[in-house]
């Protein structure tokens, strides 16, 4: 009888913890479609800048569409759950992305208005604390979009980059000037 009692007490207990992880699982996709849904909204609000009936119905009506279909699978992808902190330090990050892309776009035409052509080309490795793969690939791309500087692998928390103009004495270095901008908003963002 106590056999019985037991079974039965377990199956209970796994029942529980089932529809726990359920309801956890249930919440954190609610969450993320709501999250999903408000960058959306905003990105949309933000790209037709404009309160129209019209504007404003189409860009409910796609967003629900995209976070109903993207909500199920970001977790899938190995991407960290969405939150508002996250958020806000995407879009600071694809501001600073901006301001540096503006900034080496000054510093090549610079060097190649330049009579005597300052560059000194080079081949450097610098070194990333991050751990997520997506992230190091976001820094990658992020240092490859900035003029100047080109991802060429990247090799465990190693990266391979091409510079136009060569400075630091010593990997470290190097790593702050390259992507020290960029890897602390990634760090915040993916970890």
Sequence with gaps: ??????KSVSKKSSLVSNSHK?????TCKLKNFLYLFLF????????????NLQELTAGIIISLILSLVLSKNYLELGLPPLSIKRIFFSI????????EI??????VAYRVIHPKMPIKPGIVTIKTGLKQDIAKLILANSITLTPGTFTLDILGDTLL?????????NMKER????????EKYLRIIFE
């Design 1 to 6: 009888m106590a056999e019985g009692y037991k």
């Design 22 to 26: 359920n309801r956890l699982s249930f």
């Design 40 to 51: 959306l909204m905003l990105v949309w609000l933000a790209l037709t800048s404009t309160v």
């Design 92 to 99: 600071v990050y694809i501001l600073v992305l901006l301001l």
């Design 102 to 107: 503006v900034r080496a776009n000054f510093d």
């Design 161 to 169: 980059v091409h510079w136009i103009n060569v400075k630091g004495k």
């Design 175 to 182: 790593t702050k000037l390259i992507a020290g901008k960029f």
